[in-house]
């Protein structure tokens, strides 16, 4: 018999107390066509025959492609002793630390996740991370509408991944913001455009460095004119990349944000993820979520605490910076984990050689006839290129022969239909890349 929690009896109870006949009465204010047809769930399985259906279900999984998507995501090594750390009962059963006194471990391990992420960008501050990436950039622009008072307009760059602009289209769609899309030039920012559209009424303006074309600029003058105007500058970067990179405190932002699923987490079918929130000193009160300090109790003894609750949900919740933000803990820890393994000359390793492999690819796809770099600008370990047929063509044709080739960008991108978005990372081999070449210049 599968396991039920109660009787037929102590179900019939529980109804007749509430005062109706069946659970289906429960339901009644749902549309029937809406409603679901049955409760009556199948009948329950073994053990052994649960985990054999789950197999089965798994090996329909392609797990033996080659992948140069990237698009935001990537395929990075995960050092071994991760998931061994992270498995540890005191990590991965924890909860919330709203009694510090019990939770010093992870208040601990939250500090030198805040810690390394400012070293890294080289911001004042950071907070305990938020669901992801693009969570991030809308909680940066509410940071920013704070901070502009009566100023509601946010200036986003179209370089930014268009799908955190969804989200952020998603998030804001019921609130006093009004967000103007500059369009970008070629996969390239159009910084002119972007001064232009910063004016008296502008809150913020946001960029992503490298941009969803894999391409790298410097925004410094356009912070400074951001600053000019009363504005904010907000960044979103691949963490990886800003080991070797001019990193956003060089460049002057007022807040960095970033997914930090390339430090130490599997791409797992898209997630869970972290969003990481970094900003100056001066906007440390406007950032949500969680913020821990390290302070001293009455002997002298280093402790660790939440700090700064009176913004945070769970004690002014109709006043809170955030009523969506998380504690991504687990995967925060993850990424402290990863970054320190690695260490500075790791992260910088990790982030050359995925340079040099895609540099090393964008030699071999432009020597095919019909091939060419959407732009001649600098770019990391991402590059678009435009293809003699559609992209989606040449995915559904290498897709068959065990790669997978890269992005679409048409998907998001108006008369982009023949541009595909290629990564590498360290993982890739140069057999691969060779394979992958003569392929595409097979099909082509």
Known sequence: MPFTPHTSDEVQAMLDVIGVRTIEDLFVDIPADMRPKSFD???????????????????????????????????????????????????????????PESSQGTLQAIFEFQTAVCRLLEMDAAN?????????????????????RKRNKIVVDECVSPIYREMLDTYSDNIDINIVVVPHKDGLSDMEGLKAAIDGECAGVVVQNPN???????FTELFEHAHANKALGIISVYPVMQSVMKTPGEMGADIAVAEAQSLGQPLA???????????????????????????????????????????????RRAKATSNICSNQALCALRALIHMSLLGPEGLIRTAELSMERAHYLA?????????????????????????PIKAEEAIEALMEKGFVTGFPVGRYYEGMDDVLL??????????????????????L
Request: glycine share 12%.
């Open 41 to 99: 769930l199948p009948q329950g399985l073994s053990e052994m025959e649960a985990c054999t259906y789950l197999e089965q279900l798994a090996g329909k999984n392609k797990t033996d492609l080659v992948s140069f998507l990237g698009a935001g995501f990537y395929n990075h090594y995960i050092p071994k002793a991760i998931d061994n750390l992270i498995g540890r009962g005191e990590f991965y059963t924890a909860y919330t630390p709203y009694q």
């Open 128 to 148: 305990a991370s938020v669901y992801d990436g693009g969570t991030a950039i809308f909680e940066a622009v509410m940071m920013a509408v704070r901070a502009g």
């Open 212 to 218: 969803f074309f894999g391409n790298v600029q410097d």
């Open 269 to 315: 079918f898209g997630g869970p993820y972290l969003g990481v929130m970094s900003c100056t000193k001066k906007l440390l009160r406007q950032i949500p979520g969680r913020v821990v300090g390290r302070t001293e109790d009455v002997d002298g003894k280093t402790g660790y605490v939440l700090t700064l609750q009176a913004r945070e949900q769970h004690i």
């Open 363 to 387: 030699d071999r796809l432009t020597m095919i006839e019909g091939v060419e770099l959407l732009n001649a600008a600098p770019f990391g370990n991402e590059f678009a290129i435009r293809l």
């Open 422 to 443: 290629v990564a590498c990372t360290e993982l890739h081999s140069f057999e691969q890349i060779g394979v992958f070449t003569e392929l595409l210049g097979g099909i």
